[in-house]
């Protein structure tokens, strides 16, 4: 499927699933390399900027949105690409499914909210520019998401839920850990595309070339500081979980220290022996019962002295 669109002496082609005959008319009508074409076709496994005579060619590979903000369920990682070929008056788009962030700048392209630009009908680098800040602020916003979940996170490992936190937040480490991996080449990357940005637009566009790195590092900073977050929050519920179990631990070793008393009179009296002392006198169940609990209160006297209780 393919969407034109034009503005002054800019024109930007985006296609989705582009099918031969779409690619082989793009070849004609902008001089793209057979080679370059070819690559359209299909998904590429590597990241890439390369410079050909008059266009950059550009591949880049994006985190896919998590639907309806589902951190905790199954995990798709098979990441989104999106492929620019970037002309001094034409910019080409190619990806192999929907991407939410340029169907909103294709709104945001036709509307006077950034039609009015004084900069952008002037080439091709500076639709890529406002392009490429609408999807990393995309990214940007869903790590921000992530982290206002995070918030909720923290709110119930510090009200008892230590142990259901566990599972929920090793899956959200996950999605970070996802969106990390996706976002790793983008930084050599546009690197690349900065030095080939220079030799085929103007000096003046050199603050544009260097703010699409910003761009990237707005979004893979707040994606560091969400890993650290949660990580810190990690090792907190781990921590508390830890000592949960260890009090219920030591609960459990004071009742059976505090009860072996009793459990090693009633074995001694349970003995089938002739000479038992206390047997068959008067009261000597009682006596014997007398002893456990007197044996018992020393011993929780004993640990209550200690402050183990």
Known sequence: MIYSYKHKDV???DLENPTKDEVRDLIERFKIDAVVAEELLSPS??????????????????????????YTGPLKKDSVEIDFIIGKNFIITTRYSSVDAIL???????????????????????????MIRNIYKSIYEEVQNMKDQIAIYE??????????????????NRVLLYYKESLSFHKEILVSFEDAGKHIFEAEFTYYLRAVMGEYH????????????????????????????????????????????????????????????????????????????ILAGFMFLFFKKKKWL
């Open 11 to 13: 024109t930007w082609i």
């Open 45 to 70: 496994t590597r990241s890439k900027a390369d410079l050909h005579n008059d266009y950059i060619y550009l591949i880049l590979h994006f985190p896919k949105k998590t639907e309806n903000h589902n």
């Open 104 to 130: 909103e700048f294709s709104k945001i392209f036709e509307s006077d909210s950034i039609l009015n630009r004084s900069n952008i009908g002037v080439h091709a680098g500076y639709v890529f520019y406002y």
């Open 155 to 172: 709110e119930n490992v510090f009200s008892g839920k230590e142990r259901e936190m566990v599972e929920t937040l090793s899956k959200m």
């Open 218 to 293: 707005k979004a893979q900073s707040a994606l560091e500081g969400s890993i650290n977050y949660l990580s810190e929050l990690r090792e907190t519920n781990n921590s508390l979980l830890s000592t949960k179990q260890n009090e219920i631990m030591k609960m459990i070793a004071i009742i059976s220290f505090i009860t072996f008393p009793m459990t090693l009179i009633s074995s001694i009296f349970g003995m089938n022996t002739s000479s038992i002392p206390f047997l068959g006198s008067n009261n000597d169940f009682m006596i014997i019962i007398g002893s456990m609990m």
